[in-house]
């Protein structure tokens, strides 16, 4: 069981170490709330074709190295548990 934490622990600081880098060179979004509030235009190219940018691709993997930071946070919180 002993390796097993260690394992995830080291795991859960690679992605720890990712999450800061990533999350750190994205870009601030223009819109935020005032966009939500006003509505913004999704019809044009570049909305729809978002997720083929680099920024779409930073955004996709902070998003998915997000969960997998909680649920390895979780992990490790059950495995000291036991």
């Known amino acids: 069981m002993e390796i097993a934490k260690y ?4 795991i ?3 992605v720890c170490v990712a999450l800061i880098i990533l999350a750190t060179i994205q870009h601030k979004e223009k819109e935020g709330a005032s966009g939500t509030i006003t509505g913004s235009s999704t019809n044009n190219f570049y909305e729809q074709n978002k997720g083929r940018t680099k920024e779409g691709k ?3 993997w902070t998003i998915i190295l997000g ?3 909680a649920l390895l946070a979780i992990v490790l919180g059950i495995l000291y548990l036991v």
């Not at 394992?7 to 080291?10: D, E, F, H, N, T």
């Open 7 to 10: 394992i995830v622990c080291g």
């Open 67 to 69: 969960v997998m930071f």
């Open 12 to 14: 859960y600081i690679i």
């Open 58 to 60: 930073l955004k996709k």
